[in-house]
Each structure stands twice: as C-alpha cells, then as structure tokens.
C-alpha cells in the first residue's frame, strides 16, 4: 500500500535546468495534486550527521530518473535540521520526524511547502496519523548519564494546530507505531514489550510480551501484524548471554501472538522490517544481508536474498524492487542500490548523508 494515498496523474516536465521540475497535468479538469513531487517516485530519507543541521530528503522521479536533493531546503529556503529519522505521508500532508531537532516538519506532499511545525517534543523517533485531526509520534526522552533509558512516550498530536494534547507513558525506547483495528501498536525497542493503545481514548490497554528488541513492524495481507525483534544484544552483557531475534505474528483484533519465527544466531540483529506491495513478503535486515520472509507459507529463507548490509531498506509496492540506502560511513553523500524482487541489481544513485528509509508515492 502506498504511503501516498490519492490518485496519480501523469504531468510533463517543463524545465530540468531549476532546482525543482515544474509539471503540467495532461487533465486540467483533474483533481489529482500537482506540484513538483506528485509524480511517481520515491522520496529518499537523509539521516545526516549528528549535531549537524544537514539532514535532508532527496526525491528520485521514476519516470525521468533524474534526483533532487535537498528538496526541503530547496522549497523553503531553510535547513531541515538534526537528524531526520522518519517520514509519513498521509492524504496530501507528508511529516518529517526530525530527531535530534525535536520537532515534526510538516509539509504539502507534492510541494513539499511547509505547512507548520510540531514542536514541544523529546527525542521523536516515528509518526502515524489515526485520521485529518489526529495523529501520535513516539519518543525516547533523554538518556541517564550512563547512556541508559527510563521509559518513553507517545505524544499524541492535534493535526489541526500542530500541538501535543496529551503524553502516553509506553516503554523504553519506543521506536517504530501501526494502527489496526482501532489500536496504536507500539514497539519498545529497550525492551520486551508490545504496548497497545485504544485510539477512542489514548489509554494504555496492555502490553504485550514480546521477543527482546521489537523495532519495526507492518500488517500483512491477512490482516496479522508482524513485529520484528532484534534480541538482546546489550554491549554491557557477555556475548553468551546475547538472544536471537524474531519474526513475531500478532492478531490486531485481540491483540494475542499467534506465532513466533525465532531466527538461529544470537549474535546478529535484525531490523529494518518492511513489506511488498502485494503484503505478502516481508524483507529486514539480518545478519549482514537483506532477507526475505513469505507470509503464505510461513517460510524465513536463512541464505540473504542480497547479500549485503543497508542503513535504510524500502521496497516499491507497485514493482517489488527493493531500495537499500548506503550510508558511505557518513563520509559524504550515500548512495541508493535498487534491486528487482530476485535479488539482482538494476541501477544505483546518490543521495544525501546516511540515506536510513524510502517513501513511495
């Protein structure tokens, strides 16, 4: 399913000498969005350096394979800010989770115009809009002096005027959040716990029991949820005592486990979980490679579908290729590697610092 959720248009490039691609709709009585990014494409996620304001989104137009950098900065004559670590679009608004910077841009999705800024925020780390007024945002909160963390939020966001009405106390290190069936489910990545949250009310209804690590997740074509655990891997332990992640299934409507797929080495993580278009077949990041995961037959294929490691990981709904962002160490510009669903490269472009995740319109 496509992050960006209204009607494509076909347009026709008037320039490519400016910054930004000026498009004409082919149907003037269309009305379907226009402006420089509602064409198909894919909308690059620049982490960039820590305590530097150089994060940033670059936009790969699929149909004239030409890349814009800098698309915010571009649009709005202004830095985006410290380490952007999520983006959401949701109707015809895209919001940018930016971390280090503690505040969500908000911007027009095929203008990329601002459209304001969610600020009041500790360390956000993802965001999820439930509807046009309301949406939640994760967060870590500072760390102890020993770089430990106490329990997170979930701040919850009127859409309307842009400002936190209410805080939610989840667990530690809350990263990655889906809605199904009226719940927000969230990952607490410090720890072993799944929270789910009523929408109608914002009150806490559980927490789950969950494999170490939870960090990403997404719902499947049946309707389950499944939750991606890293195990515990805590630098403070011996090796002996690190835990193997998992692949975890759970039913949204009564919110119970219904399998666990435990992978076979403690030692490596595994994160980064995103679905197909077709929500059918799961790829994360696993042990140095990028693996794959078929729901319908319940199978995880232990040899890496591309054997190679990514900071970011996206695959395009529409033709299943697979997008890994290469951060180059964080020294300079990362590249893009774009991959068909078997696994062979097609084609490769560069993008800003530290490229950690895709949006697909």
Known sequence: MRNFNFSRSLFVAASLLTSTFAFTSCDNDSDAPSGAYAEDGVFVINEGGFNKS???????????????????????????????QDMEIYNDRAFLVVNNSNKVEVVNAATFKSAGTIEGLSQPRYFVA?????????????????WSYNNGRVSVINLEDYTVIQTIDVGVKPEQLLIAEGKLYVTNSGGNTLTVIN????????????????????????????????GNKDWKLPESEFTAGALTKVNPSNSTITSTVSFPLTTASASKLVINGDRNKLY???????????????????TPLIDRSFYGLGVDPDNGYIYGGDSNSFDGDGTVHVYRPDGTKVSEFQAGIGPNGFVFN
């Not at 699929?62 to 915010?72: D, G, Y």
Request: aromatic share 12%; net charge negative.
């Open 284 to 302: 994360f990041s696993y042990n140095s490679g990028v693996h794959q995961f078929d729901i319908p037959t319940n199978t995880f294929n232990t």
């Open 54 to 84: 150089t994060a940033s989104v670059s936009y790969y137009n699929s149909n004239t394979e030409q890349v814009q950098q800098q698309i915010f900065q571009n649009e709005n004559n202004r830095l985006l800010g410290d380490v952007i």
């Open 199 to 230: 929408t109608a009310n914002d009150v806490v209804e559980q927490n789950i029991p969950i494999t170490f690590g939870p960090n990403s997740l997404v719902l499947g074509r049946d309707n389950a949820l499944w939750v991606l655990s890293a």
């Open 130 to 146: 439930l509807n046009n007024e309301k949406g939640y945002v994760t967060e870590w909160l500072p760390a102890n002096p020993d």
